[in-house]
């Protein structure tokens, strides 16, 4: 049975019949893409790891990239639109009307009426009455003044108010409620449905290209054990202008593109090294110290620390000791660093080297190789006192007994 796919393996594309095609928009029409065969896997970036146990200079890949052409075509949705109207409905509503009642209404009436009570009135009365009385000298006499209450009778009259109820005929004016059936309307959401034309774009799979790709490293880049660099190898342009980006994150080297030929459906990148750092990368600011450490009389160690020893990058040091009053020195030695070693230690055995007088260290560094831009040399010239050792004392439980000697004069 013809199903209308075919295969050729010599243009990596599937070739679809016309009633395949037909069959696939037939189906894919309802849900607004094409119902298509899944695409092959595209492969236009590819990452591989070079290392010093490939025993070749050279990585091959195949990149491959998808072809698609684009078809616009109509769409008719379907969708709910939403729209009010005014539906009638019965209430019943209450109203009010103003009525004239009349009734006999219980009216108060009040006047002030004249009461009149008699009541006695006391007054005081007085006289003057002449009393005399016999003395051995004689007869004397004085006026005394001799008072009396009386009652008078008298009429007293007052006012009061009296009220008495008043049937009188008042009518007013009151509200009298009533119900009544009534229409109102009411706003409702409805919806109807209407068709909505819209155009889609459907991405159609054609065929697949690929080009085999070919990165060629210099003869001396050359990896060692232990060291692994990441190349990234991504397809660009089109089918009939294909080209290649090669990036090379590496711990050692750095690499530019020297040319990039095609041949048939094979693209060959030569690469070539450029430096990987520049002198101001590389130069004093690299180094930590040195520093002198006096472990005993006679007996010492100069210490630093080179962040600037990087791979494929010849270091040499020379180092000098002079005395700091006499200028006389009394060390010196040449030497290589080896890679990856960052710490330096360098022992000293010479009878002058004590911790009482201060020493001029001087560090001399020169760096070349095909991973600096230009050689670096510097010097780097220190005053130091002969320090004493500290590591020893370090954990307090193994020092048993401390002691300081000496004098005190001229003590601060």
């Not at 492969?43 to 990585?59: L, P, T």
Request: contains cysteine; neutral net charge; proline residues 5%.
């Amino acid at each position: 049975m013809n199903l209308g796919l075919s295969w050729s393996k010599s243009t990596f594309q599937f070739r679809v019949v016309p009633w395949v095609a037909a069959l696939g928009l037939l189906f894919g029409a309802a849900q607004g893409t094409v119902a298509q065969a899944a695409d092959p896997v595209e492969r236009d970036e590819v990452a591989v790891d070079r290392n010093a146990s490939d025993g070749s200079q050279d990585i091959t890949a195949p990149l491959t990239k998808n072809v698609y052409r684009y078809v616009e075509r109509q769409v008719v949705d379907y969708v709910q639109v939403p729209y009010t109207v005014q539906v009638p409905y019965q209430d019943v509503e209450t109203y009010y009307t103003y009525e004239t009642r009349c009734d006999w209404v219980n009216r108060p009436v009040c006047q002030n009426e004249r009461r009149c009570v008699w009541e006695n009135r006391p007054r005081q009365v007085c006289r003057v009455v002449r009393q005399c009385r016999a003395t051995p000298s004689g007869r004397v006499c004085r006026d005394v003044r001799e008072c009396s209450t009386v009652y008078d009778r008298v009429e007293r009259c007052d006012y009061y108010p009296v009220c008495r109820d008043q049937r009188d005929w008042v009518c007013r004016q009151v509200s009298v409620p009533h119900t009544r059936v009534v229409t109102r309307y009411r706003t409702e959401t409805r919806y109807r449905t209407e068709e909505r034309v819209r155009t889609v774009t459907d991405k159609i799979f054609e065929r697949q290209w690929g080009v085999s790709a070919r990165i060629e490293f210099p003869a001396e880049s050359n990896l060692r054990a232990g060291e692994t660099e990441s190349v990234v190898i991504s397809l660009k342009g089109e089918e009939s202008a294909p080209r290649l980006d090669v990036q090379v994150n590496s711990p050692v080297f750095s690499y530019a593109e020297l040319s990039q030929r095609r041949s048939g459906t094979e693209i060959s990148v030569t690469l070539r090294l450029v430096p990987k750092y520049s002198p101001e990368q590389l130069d004093a600011r690299t180094i930590a110290g040195p520093e002198l450490v006096v472990a005993s009389p006679g007996e010492g160690e100069i210490r630093f620390t080179d962040r600037g020893n990087v791979a494929r990058a010849e270091t040499q040091y020379q180092l000098e000791v002079y005395r700091g009053v006499s200028g006389e020195r009394i060390f010196v030695k040449n030497w290589t660093a080896d890679f990856p070693s960052v710490e330096q230690r360098v022992l000293i055995s010479n009878p002058a080297l004590n911790r009482e007088d201060d020493f001029r260290v001087v560090l001399e560094v020169r760096r070349e190789g095909s991973v600096i831009s230009a050689p670096v040399s510097f010097r780097k010239d220190k005053l130091e006192a002969g320090k004493i050792d500290s590591a020893p004392y370090a954990n307090p439980n193994s020092v048993r007994e401390f002691r300081i000697q000496g004098q005190n004069e001229g003590a601060v």
